[in-house]
C-alpha cells in the first residue's frame, strides 16, 4: 500500500511518469522560472488521519507501531485515535483550534496527534524536557487551552483555564471503530504550530498548513519508494521538527515505524544494534549523531537501505557504505524539507552539498536588495513552493519580514521564505551552504538563538553582563557563554546552568563559561565576538580549583578529554560535562578512551566518573581486571609493548 490511498497525499510522476528520486531537480533551483505549484483552493482537504484510517479498514492488523516487543496495530491505533478525537470534539476542537501534546516519545504521542488530526485541528507538540515556565508560555502564546498529556506531566500544565485530557505511557485497544471519522479540513487550515528559539527571549511559533504537510508526504514517499514493507525510525526529539517527519509519511504509507528506547539517542553503537536488529529499512538521524555512525564499520548486507540526516552541516564523506546516504535541508518555516540529495564519493568540494530543492520547491539565491545573484555566488537561501508555511504566530511584523512575496514565481499570492542562510548554488542545481547572516546557530540540530541565552543569563542577580557564542564545528559545536560577573560574585558552572535551566531547554544551556572582566566592543559599540578570547583552564569557570593531572594515566586521559571538547588544557578534576561534554561527545571519549588503553570502556563510564581523575581510577580498575583474566603469555605480549 502506498500513499496514493489517499487521493490528496499520493506519489508525484514527472511527465514521462518516471519515479522521481531524492535530489532530482523536480522544482526550480536555478533562479529562473520553473515548473509551478498549483496554490491550494480552500475546499475540502485530506489528512494524514484519512489515509490511516483508509489502511485500518483494510488491514487493520498490519503493525503501525513497533517499541520493544510491543505492537500496534493499524487498527488499535485508528481506534484509540477516534476515541480521543471524540473528547477533543466534544471540547470544540475543530479545525484552526490548537491542542498540546505533552507526551514523551511512544504510542501515546502518535495516538493524540492522530487524534489531533482527526478532529481537524492543529497539534502543537511540546518536549517535556522543557522548563515549565517556556511550556507555559508556548501554551499562552499559541492560544492553546487544551493539552494531552501523560499521568506524569498533567500536573504541569493543570488550571489556568486550561483542559488537559491524560493519557498513560502504555495504550490499549478498545473494541470499536468509526464513532467520529475523520473531521474535513482544507489545506490551508492549521495542521501544527513549532515553536523555535526567538531573539527576543522568547520562542516563536511556526505555523504550517494540511497543504505543507501533504506536500512534505508526497514527495518523501514518492523520493523514497516508501512501500507497507518499510520500517521507519523515530528518534528525533519532540522539539526537533523532523520528528514529524518521521512518522506521518510511513503512517500514511502503510509501513512501520519503531520507536527505540532513550540510549538510542545517546550512543551511537546501541543505535547501530538497534537498526539492524530492528531491521530498520529508512532512518532519520541528525547530522552530528549521524557523522559518528558513519565513521563506524557496517555488515555488507543490511536492511537498512536509505539514512537520512540534517540538522547540521554534513562535514564528512563516507567510506563506501552498504546504504544510500541523503543529506537534507530545510528551515521549520518551510515543512522540514526543502532540498535533499545523496552523498556519493568525495569529489573536489570540500563538503558535502544540501542536494538539490524538492519536487515543487524553488530555491532562490538573492542578494541584500532581493535581487538574484550569479550563479555560484554566495547570497540569502530563499525557498518557495508549497512547502512554504504560513508564518509565525502572533508576529505579523516578523511574518512580513521573513515571508516575502515572490516575484519569480509568477503566481498570485505566491510567497518566499527568507531563510536567513547564507548558501549558492553550483552548475548542477546543487545547494552549497555558506554560514548564517545573522547570529542564529544551530547545535546538534536545535536552532538558537544566543541572544535568548544571554537575555536569560543576565537576569542572573550576580551577571553583569554576557555574551554568548558558538564554538567548535558539526558534532562538536559548543555553546560558549562570556560573563561579567558583579564584584565579590561567586560565580560556578553549576549554579549558572542551573538558573538558565529553569528557563531554557537543555540544549540552550552554555556548554562552559568563561569569566571577563569586561565584553570587547567594536568601533559602534556592539559586542565583538572575534575579540573574545579563546577558553582556557585560566578563564574557564569551574566549581573547584584547578588542579593539574598527575598519575600517567590522568595525564594521558586529560589529553584525550581536551582534544574532544576542543579545549587546550583540563584538569584532573573538571567535569566533562561542565566543560562543554554531551553524550556524543561523551561517544567519542569511550572510543578514544578504549583504543587509547585497549580496555572495554562504555559510555556509562564516562557519565558515572565525569573527571578524568575518577575515569583514570575506572580506566587502571578495568586494566587491572583485564590483566587478570589474561594467560601469562597474553599478559607479558601486552606488558613488552
Known sequence: MRCNDNPEIRPARNVSGQRLRAGVPSGDATGEKGERSTPVQPTEFASPADAIARIARAAPARIALRHREETL????????????????????????????????????????????????????????????????RMLEDSGTRIVIASFENSARVSGHNRSVLSLPKRVMARSSSGILGCARTRGDDLAYILYTSGSTGEPKGVEITYANLANLINWHCEAFEVTAEDRASHLAGLGFDASIWEIWPYLSAGASVSIPDEDARLSPEYLQRWLLDEAITIAFVPTALAEILLRMPWPARTSLRILLTGGDTLRIWPDPLPFELINNYGPTECTVVATSGPVGTQTDRELPSLGRAI??????????????????????????????????????????????????????????????????????????????????????????????????????????????????ISGN???????????????????????????????????????????????????????????????VLRDTPFRAPGSVSERRLAEIMASVLGIDTIGADDNFFSMGGHSLLGSQLAIRVRSAFEIELALRDVFETRTVARLAERVERLAVEKLARMSEEEAARLISR
Open 359 to 472: 519536487k515543487g520547491t524553488r530555491i532562490h539565491i538573492l542578494d541584500f536588495k532581493g535581487a538574484a545573484v550569479r550563479a555560484g555566488d554566495t547570497g540569502e537561501i530563499c525557498i518557495g513552493g508549497p512547502n512554504v508555511g504560513r508564518g509565525y504566530r502572533n508576529r505579523p511584523e516578523l511574518t512580513a519580514e521573513r515571508f516575502i512575496a515572490d516575484r519569480f514565481s509568477g503566481e498570485s499570492g505566491a510567497r518566499l521564505y527568507r531563510s536567513g542562510d547564507l548558501g549558492a548554488l553550483l552548475p548542477n542545481g546543487e545547494l552549497v551552504f555558506h554560514g548564517r547572516i545573522d547570529q542564529q546557530l544551530k547545535i546538534r540540530g536545535h536552532r538558537i538563538e544566543p541572544d535568548e541565552v544571554a537575555a536569560a543569563l543576565n537576569r542572573h542577580p550576580s551577571v553583569v553582563q554576557s555574551v554568548v557564542v558558538g564554538r567548535g
Open 73 to 136: 496495530s493499524y487498527g488499535e491505533l485508528d481506534t484509540l485515535a477516534d476515541h480521543l478525537a471524540c473528547e477533543l470534539s466534544d471540547l470544540d476542537v475543530e479545525p484552526e483550534i490548537p491542542v498540546g501534546i505533552l507526551i514523551e516519545r511512544g504510542f501515546s504521542q502518535v495516538v493524540a496527534t492522530l487524534a489531533v488530526m482527526r478532529a481537524g485541528g492543529a497539534f502543537v507538540p511540546i518536549d517535556p524536557a522543557l522548563p515549565d515556565d517556556r511550556i507555559l
Open 477 to 539: 559545536a559548543q555553546l560558549v557563554a562570556y560573563v561579567v560577573g558583579r564584584a565579590g560574585a561567586d560565580l560556578g558552572p553549576d549554579g549558572l546552568s542551573g538558573f538558565l535551566a529553569d528557563e531554557l531547554p537543555h540544549y540552550a544551556i552554555p556548554a562552559m563559561f568563561v569569566r571577563l572582566d569586561r565584553i570587547p566592543l567594536t568601533a559602534s559599540g556592539k559586542p565583538d565576538r572575534a575579540a573574545l578570547p579563546e577558553p582556557t583552564a585560566s578563564n
